[in-house]
């Protein structure tokens, strides 16, 4: 057994622990952490005989640990090795059992730095040792180990002492330090009551420059981390990446491998644990690593020394981790760190219910502080403070003020709001008079329809079907609450590849396409429809309808961004690029996302495919939506198919992932033929969300190019129905038919009509 330094702090409460543990007690914890001093100090007062084994490499495996054990157990030389002949050895774990069952007395083994051992050696020592109800074992480890399998509870009873347990409390640091305990719970902050640190700190004192204890302790809990990560294994690149990680407390796997471009980085977080830079826990089946708070800060000042050109792109990733991972909150003091109230409303909008209803105090506490000038600037922000302080009664005044303050920014004409941002601002105003009332209802509908729109079709799942498994009025579900119900039921039907079910809930507009606000947003699902149904000209004819049917307001700058991406897609589905080129140019917003990824979806369309990829890998914009950025993902893959295929196996792999995370389809459907045949190809053999079985765009590789008029002139040729009549219909003259004619045959290379139908046909003009 080690022997007892002189500066061995005392740690009764640990002490109690131990004595009353289980069969089994396993401490966990860092190197550092103070597990090996605390089992010295309590073997000194334990009554039981104490039989000490340090894990060495050379005793990981069953027979060798057996062989060791039973000489530490009869008092003979340990030291002899493994596969000693020495005739005390006896025959492995069942002269163990055999010595334990015989010697009645209490035995306590300690097993010291046993990560080590196997599998094996660990269950065949907690089959021995559950048997004797006079023995226990007590094994410390600084990392995961054998002894966390689930099924060692199946052989002996189990205890844990966590790292949290083996930290020193307030009470502990008074002790130790000899402070009060004002001091102490500022040195607990300051070292998380790393044992390591706490001792380094009782040796320091007070300096004699006047340093208080405080600072003292920091600075020991600094050269602590430095000595470690000079001790440590980690390579240049490795290090490098664990200070790119530390921009935010915790991490999963995939956001770690993505902050540090390091596929293998979780090794590294597996000795970052041995080492006490943090510890890996699973919540919920996810399993995250989060950065003890010291390290943290040491390596985060390494991070701004070294790395501060990349902060604002790790700080992004980073948001985007925590969103998917439901931390919102985690993304929301990120954008606050950077100062950054429009991030910060992203974050609210995609972590809106879980800020609200896990961390209304830690929102005041983050954002409580904020003037009003700059809130006004972000009314979502305000909104979301508002309603947070409103459930503090004695914080109500303000709260209103927020939140009447909010909703005047929505409503006004002049605001830099987007639409989404609106209704999140008018739905959160609704909930918070209603106070649970039945505008529940509305709030449901809302969500599912925001995210089934933006493209996250697992959460817009959760809220369709709240509704669908809920005892709603068939009022509430046609009626205007129910618009993004029917919004979110008919995205999911076209991403399901049900058409059918799409168009049903879509006739739910009908009674409200003249009086509704959101339009828009019902325009568009219409078009979204006809165009993976293959009847863009109809949709386009209908989307064309539905504007003269709000007359001026349809021409307003906000209507006409919100339809040109429907109207730019179906120009495309029918081969115009030049329609779809004009509309992009007159009434696609500048400076967003959106609008670039249709510059590089007509680029590639056009042949350009070095420039599609261009525009999209060299942009500071970013996707503010999961379609946007799987779209821009599917795009990118195509350009660099066509330019090099070896150069979108990552892009490829990359919008795979996208694709079945967020459960898409149609991303890979707004690809011309061609592209999409060589894309779908490439995804085909990964496997994952189910893939379209064909393209919603035509093949433009040597397509005749028809208006939108003149595919409804073909379509009428496919009745059979005279020209006069077809003039009716159209409502056109019979010379402003044939002109319309005259044109098709041309573009056709037709001389008459039967000529016209069979190369329309041979171009794939005529789908759906």
Known sequence: MPRVSAHVIGRPRLNAVLDAGAPLTLLRGAAGSGKTTALVGWAFTC????????????????PALADALLRALRGTDTDTGAGSTDPATGDGWPAVGHYLCDHEEPVVIVLDDAAALDRDAVFDLCRTVAVPSHVRLIVATNRPSPFDSDGIGLVIDTALISPEDLAFDTDEIRRALDVDEDTAVAVRAATEGFAAVVRAAAL???????????????AAVDDYLRSRMEEGTFGAGVLEGLI???????????????????????????EAEAFGFGRWSTDSGRRTFTIAAPARTLLRHDLLRRFPAEIRVLRRLAIEGALRRGTPFEGLRLAMEEDDLHLAAHVIMSGWSHLLDHDGRRVVALLGDLPLARLKQEPLVAMLLGICLNANRLRRVRGLQLLRMAIS?????????????????????????????????????????IHALNGDLPEARHYVEIIRDGSWDPAQLDGYRGTFYRVAEAMLAVEDGDLTAAKHHARAFLPHRATSEHWTTMATVEAWIALHEGDAAGGLERLESFARLRGREAGSPPARQALSRPRILLHLALGDIRAARGVKQRDAGADRFGTLLERARVALIDGRAPEAARLLSHTRLEPTTSRERAEAAAVQSAALHRVSPAAAQAVTAALNAQLADRGLRTPLALLSAEDFAAVRADLAPIGGAPLPARSALPSFAARPRLSSREQVVLHALTTGAPLPEIAAELQVSPNTLKTQLRSIYRKLDAANRTEALEQAARHGLLRG
Not at 47 to 61: D, E, G, N, Q, Y
């Open 244 to 270: 790119r990680i530390s921009i935010t407390d915790t991490v999963d796997l995939p956001l770690a491998q993505a902050l540090s471009s390091d596929p293998d980085i979780g090794a590294a977080l597996d």
């Open 204 to 218: 320091r004192g007070r300096a004699p420059d006047g340093t208080t204890i405080v600072e003292g302790a920091a």
């Open 409 to 449: 920014a929505a409503n006004a004409r002049r605001n830099t709001l987007s639409p989404t941002e609106r209704l999140f601002i008018d739905e959160a105003a609704a909930l918070a008079a209603s106070q649970g009332s039945g505008k529940a209802f509305h709030a449901v509908s809302l969500l599912g329809g």
């Open 47 to 62: 009554s039981a005989r104490v039989v000490w084994l340090t894990v060495t490499p050379a005793l990981a495996t069953s």
